[in-house]
């Protein structure tokens, strides 16, 4: 049923100097998408929409920026709306629907 919110979490790894979604499980939550960087990352992971950036462009396309460990509850009720970068190297992130 659309618009009913789900309790679910996943993870993407492999995230690199293309912006990729988060996922693509259609889903939806009731407040947002909780947002964790793997404590392994070396670089930076950039949260945003689509056709994000990892802080070298525009300041109108660049990402949210988490280190490794950071978290944040992105207010979107779609993940599948959420993309993900990273200037250099790969990362991996975890998110939990909320």
């Known amino acids: 049923m ?11 790894t492999g995230i690199g100097s293309t912006a990729v979604a988060i996922t693509t499980r259609e889903m ?7 947002i964790m960087a793997s404590t392994s990352n070396s670089v930076a992971v950039y949260i945003g929409p689509q056709g ?11 990402g949210f920026p ?6 944040v509850v992105v207010p979107v ?11 250099s190297s790969t990362a ?7």
């Open 77 to 87: 009720i779609e993940p599948n709306k959420i993309y993900a970068i990273t200037a």
């Open 66 to 71: 988490l280190a490794a460990g950071e978290s």
């Open 2 to 12: 659309a618009g009913v919110p789900e309790f679910s979490t996943g993870s993407k």
């Open 52 to 62: 994000v950036t990892a802080g070298t462009s525009s300041a109108d396309t660049d």
């Open 92 to 98: 991996s992130l975890s998110f939990m629907l909320v």
């Open 28 to 34: 939806n939550a009731s407040r947002g998408v909780q």
